[in-house]
């Protein structure tokens, strides 16, 4: 496939893609776009009960805000996250943020070491290591209730957010930023338990209690919009099963996965994206494996355990071929990062093929 222009360029920092962009296709007018490759359909499928286009689009992250938004949306990308928020503002990580990595063959989920660079290949890896970065809330409110209100008909712009740690008990503020994310009226809710960002062995969701009391916590905050979770990779059944059994029942879906630790290293073997960031999240390609895992893992629970709730597949999808897998995995809808961010027309072309 050949290289577009991504819609965030890696060379520029989080705040000058944030006010810059979106770049490539992303930026151009829908007007200007190429026709022949329009694909939508109208309202033929249902998602978390509300009618959609289409059951794809793009997961928390690469959409920054409301232009993002606009940009994806426009583009055909029916159920668009804009990216996770707080309830303080937060900094990003400096540059480099996204760097191309190569790892020999699949890479495992054990914090394999991979050769990281500019070079932006395809088949694309890519490591993402920004700290999940948020304005004040009374900035990203506003600019998200815009991004909500561009959806078109049948389109679902779905809030993502994070409690921070040090502000207390974390389930308060995480249930402090579904209140704040509700009040932009995103039709769906999704709480990020899956950030890499304080090292692998301690992300939220491997903390089943903690998950249990921050999902209540949300529920009871915003109990009439449909809550959706961001988990990491589970190995097997077994490690899951217990984390379903607990809340399986109150959540009304999962997004999975979020990316793979690893650690880039840059031609000279030292950690590329510096000394104080060993390791970092790999998505796209070269995680497709795990992603298909998790979801077959996630349908097979639901139905063995008689659960009811819908899947976001995620995970290296570039191609409608990578999309099929997915459903076929059990995915009630599919997203893709990456592959998004580097080939703009990508809902056309999946849309093309249904
Ligand atoms: C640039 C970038 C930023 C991301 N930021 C977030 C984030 O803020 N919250 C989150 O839940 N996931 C975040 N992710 C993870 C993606 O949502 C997704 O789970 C992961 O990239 C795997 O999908 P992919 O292989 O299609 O890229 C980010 C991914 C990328 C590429």
């Not at 050949?2 to 360029?9: I, M, S």
């Amino acid at each position: 496939m050949k290289n577009l222009t991504p819609f965030y360029d890696p060379m520029l920092s989080y705040e000058d893609n944030y006010a810059k962009g979106p770049f490539g296709l992303f930026a151009t007018p829908e007007e200007t776009q190429d026709k022949s490759i329009v694909g939508d359909t109208k309202q033929r499928e249902t998602f978390a009960g509300l009618p959609v286009n289409s059951l794809f689009g793009i997961p928390a992250g690469p959409l920054l805000n409301s232009n993002y938004v606009k940009a994806a949306l426009a583009h055909g990308f029916d159920l668009c996250v804009y990216k996770t928020v707080r309830t303080v503002p937060h900094k990003s990580h400096p540059l480099p943020n996204v760097l191309s990595v190569h790892p020999e063959g699949k890479l495992s989920a054990n914090r394999d070491t991979v050769f990281a660079d500019n070079s932006y290949t395809q088949p694309l890896s890519i490591t993402n290591s920004f700290g999940v970065p948020s304005f004040s809330p009374d900035i990203w409110q506003e600019d998200m209730a815009d991004a909500v209100n561009a959806a078109k008909e049948g389109q679902y712009v779905i809030g993502s957010f994070q409690g921070t740690q040090g502000r207390g008990a974390i389930e308060k503020d995480y249930a402090l930023a579904a209140r704040l994310v509700s009040e932009t009226n995103a039709p769906i809710l999704e709480a990020n338990l899956s950030c890499p960002n304080e090292g692998a062995d301690k992300l939220l969701c491997f903390d089943f209690d903690k998950v249990e009391r921050i999902a209540g916590e949300i529920k009871n905050a915003v109990p009439d919009r449909p809550l959706f979770l961001k988990l990491a990779y589970f190995s097997d059944d077994a490690a899951v099963a217990p984390l379903l059994q607990k809340i399986g029942h109150i959540i009304d879906g999962f997004s999975t996965i979020n990316t793979l630790s690893a650690r880039p290293i840059n031609r000279q073997g030292l950690p590329a994206l510096g000394a104080d960031r060993i390791e970092a999240g790999v998505c796209g390609d070269a995680i497709r494996w795990a992603g298909i895992d998790m979801v077959s893992r996630l349908a097979r629970l639901r139905q063995n355990m008689d659960l009811n709730f819908s899947i976001i597949g995620v995970g290296g999808v570039s191609t409608f071929e990578h999309y099929q897998q997915l459903r076929e995995a059990g995915a009630d809808a599919v997203m893709s990062a990456t592959g998004a961010m580097w080939n703009p027309n990508l809902a056309r072309m999946i849309k093309r093929n249904l």
